[in-house]
């Protein structure tokens, strides 16, 4: 990529940040003909976009707030993805239990005018249940009170493999597609941006590349790129922090999720088998610091806790939790608001006198018409050749390659020639981009990531000629890492 990077005197459209925005956009616009470069400051997906709760929904709750156009939107996504990453998404079944009568019949025609709203791209009938089905689907669930429940279908993914295959998608189009490369300064001609000044993390030299147009997609970071167009700018986004504990399946069994309509601060809750395990989650707090690696608050983790007890018919206490993860969602701040439950997940795209066009906001489901909307901009603001999205057909990945699961079997048994993969195809660098990102078991279970450390490390020195210093350093700086993702 680097060497591809020198034979471009000048790119059409430059992408900075590689999450799903980002690199959906590199998708869409190397798919439509423009020559596209993308880079990315650390690993493909190391902020928010790996850190979701691996879900593909129209958003119930954004049904309940009134807000038709952008759960359409979604739900018409959904079935895009799901039709064009079938290797790495799935038709999950969803169970809402009720405790009053009432709520039976309020959430049930919620959830049937989901179904509606889906039409065509639905993916399975609502159905009433009564309280022996509902146990007998969920037989984690606490039968006190349970009066019944209602089954609904939605989406699931594996996020950041989503995102690798995005990245090897826009490459096959030909984009160049570059992680561990900052950027650091924009550069303009006549008061319009033309190009980017980016530094490779590893070797500190800096490259500039010449654009017709730059697109900022770099989520809660987006402030900054915007800053380095204009110091004056107010600042837009108002970050979010969302955290997920993870369980063994023992306290959730069975292969349907759980979803709490209404939890005490007006959110949703969910439990969601993924991966042989139970992602809890999620929460929406409110925080100042915006950092690559957020972590759980306690009251966060707590509250979570809560909620899943009240509904499980085993208590989860501290020691059974195998793995916590945060993430931060770039919502867009609204006069008025009074917390960011409330806040928009629709996406916002800003062009600025200097034609830096910015794209924050949304939600994983809906990244490609966010791509679709934000490549649309800017090859309008840079008088590009006017060429058709061709994405809403696009087949992402290699959907015959069974790569990302192999090794997320119980016994987690990693096979060297998947990690030499990862090395040498995928762009992993460090021993983190694959026991979190490439694999998901710093996620699944930060202690048997921790153990698997030494062994990932010593296979990547052998691939990327690396001496004995890197492969401790590796190891320590991950073990510092995962850590965190213990509570």
Known sequence: MLQQLQQTKEWDIVIIGGGATGLGAAVDAASRGYKTLLIEAYDFGKGTSSRSTKLVHGGVRYLAQGNIKLVMEALRERGYLLKNAPHITASAPFIVPVYKWFDKFFYGIGLKMYDVLAGKLSL??????????????LPGLSDKNLKGGILYYDGQFDDARLIIDLATTAA????????????????????????????DVFSNVQHEVKAKVVINATGV??????????????????PSQGIHL?????????????????????????????????????TDTPVDTISFEPIPLKEEIEFVLLHANRYLAQNI????????????????RQKGAKSTAFLSRDHTIIVSKSNLVTITG??????????????????????LPKKACVTRDLAIGDASSKKGNAFLHDSFTFSEPDIIRFAEEEMAMTVEDILSRRTRLLLLNAQAAIEAAPFVARIMATVLNKN?????????????LANNYKL
């Open 246 to 282: 993870v369980v063994d399946k023992k306290f959730f069994p069975g292969t349907n999720a759980l979803m709490i309509p209404k939890t005490d601060d007006g959110r949703v809750l969910f439990a969601v088998p993924w991966h042989d395990k139970v992602v809890l989650g999620t």
């Open 317 to 332: 206490i501290h020691s059974d939790v195998l793995s916590t993860f945060a993430g931060l969602r770039p919502l867009v």
């Open 468 to 480: 004995e210093q890197w492969i401790n350093e590796q190891i320590e700086d991950f073990t510092e």
């Open 124 to 137: 399975g009938k609502t159905k009433l249940l009564n309280k022996k089905e509902t146990l007998e689907k």
């Open 362 to 383: 949304g939600k994983w489901t809906t990244y490609r018409k966010m791509a679709e909307d934000v490549v649309t901009n800017a090859a309008f603001a840079a008088k």
């Open 221 to 238: 970071f987006t402030d900054d790129i915007m800053q380095m167009d204009e110091p004056e700018n107010d600042m837009l986004v108002f």
């Open 172 to 199: 096959k189009y030909g984009a160049v597609i570059l992680n561990y490369c900052e950027a650091v300064a924009l550069n303009r001609i006549n008061g319009k941006v033309s190009s980017v000044i980016f530094e």
